[in-house]
Each structure stands twice: as structure tokens, then as C-alpha cells.
């Protein structure tokens, strides 16, 4: 029997209600109560589909912060590096796709508009990556990283750029993060890994 088979007879007996009646004529009839469980089944049934894949995803995403940088291995075979030493600007994206589906991305950049190393935020959450950036990139603004993890519209937040940062050994104010209100890609995902 299918997964969902399974779960509307789960619920049917959850909720005590007969799964077939018997009329007098010989005709079977489902219960009322039985039919409004089917339905909401139904009706759940795409979005448990894809908290599902978004489940397996986040599995087969492999993130690896260590003295060298930060590398994120993602679904495919696809495994992207950025160096502390040739990072730019990290950003966070925030998109309005939330929450039942990931909605907050870091994008790390070496050079170029497109990120090298995409991370999404749960990913990032599990892996403590916003200790290491505090310990590793000095001048990151944590103000803007405040601002970005309230954010439910499509935004870019800079919260840390090389151009700002303070000198090594130096304590000059690195100044607020810079917000950009373009989000003109779609799907920081599929960036990363060539799709």
C-alpha cells in the first residue's frame, strides 16, 4: 500500500470513523468525516511532497568551513570553493518564498556579481558559518545580518565587504553594510551548482 494510502486509513481509524458503511440496498457509502480527511489529505499532499525534496536536498548538501575557506559540495557532484584570501563581499538574499520553503541564502563572492559559494541559511545555521565569518572576516556587520534575517521581500544585504573591512590590525569602523533591493536572479541554487 502507497504512503498515502496508508495515511488516510491512519486517519480514518485516528478519528474512529468507519472506512466504508453498509446500506440496506448493498450500496457502500464513505462517511462524510472520511471524505473532508481524504480531501485535506489531497490538499496537503503537494506541499509534503515538497518539504520532502527540500529535505533530501538539504542531506546531499555538504558544507566544510576551515582555515582555508569555505566549500560547499551540492546535489550532483558539484563542489565549490571560495578562499578567505580572495573573498570580496558576502551577502546575504532573502527571497519571499518563505517559510514553508528556504527563503534566507549567504552568497560568498570572489570577484564576481555572481557568488562562487552558495549556502542556504539552514544549512548555514547547522554548520555555526556565522561564528566563523565573526572570527574570519573582521567588519562584518552584524547589523545588516539582523536586518537581512527579518527580511521577507526579495533583497540582497551586504554584510561584508574587503573594500570596508578594517586593516589588518587596525580598528577603524567598517561602517553599515549596504543594502541592495535588486534581486533580479531567481533561484541561488541552481546558480551555484550550473543548472
Not at 498515502?4 to 480514518?12: F, H, I, K, R, S
Not at 518563505?98 to 544549512?123: A, K, N, R, Y
Not at 569602523?173 to 534581486?183: F, I, L, M, S
Request: glycine share 10%; hydrophobic share 40%.
Amino acid at each position: 500500500m502507497t504512503g498515502p494510502c496508508l495515511l488516510v486509513l491512519g486517519a480514518l481509524g485516528a478519528i474512529g470513523a468507519p472506512p466504508v458503511q453498509h446500506h440496506a440496498a448493498g450500496r457502500e457509502e464513505v462517511p462524510t468525516t472520511a471524505l473532508v480527511v481524504i480531501v485535506i489529505v489531497l490538499a496537503a499532499l503537494p506541499l509534503l511532497k515538497r518539504l520532502q525534496k527540500r529535505l533530501e536536498r538539504k542531506t546531499q548538501l555538504r558544507l566544510r568551513v576551515d582555515e582555508a575557506g569555505i566549500e560547499c559540495a551540492y546535489p550532483g557532484g558539484v563542489c565549490r570553493r571560495a578562499a578567505w584570501a580572495d573573498l570580496t563581499e558576502v551577502r546575504i538574499r532573502t527571497t519571499s518564498e518563505g517559510p514553508h520553503l528556504e527563503d534566507v541564502f549567504w552568497g560568498f563572492h570572489t570577484g564576481s556579481e555572481m557568488p562562487q559559494v552558495i549556502v542556504p541559511h539552514e544549512v548555514a545555521v547547522q554548520s555555526e558559518l556565522l561564528d566563523a565569518l565573526q572570527r574570519r572576516l573582521p567588519g562584518l556587520d552584524d547589523e545588516a545580518v539582523i536586518r537581512a534575517m527579518g527580511c521577507g521581500e526579495d533583497r540582497f544585504f551586504v554584510v561584508w565587504s574587503a573594500r570596508a573591512a578594517p586593516a589588518s590590525g587596525s580598528e577603524r569602523d567598517a561602517g553599515p553594510g549596504v543594502t541592495h533591493e535588486d534581486a533580479t536572479t531567481s533561484n541561488p541554487q541552481s546558480q551555484s551548482n550550473g543548472t
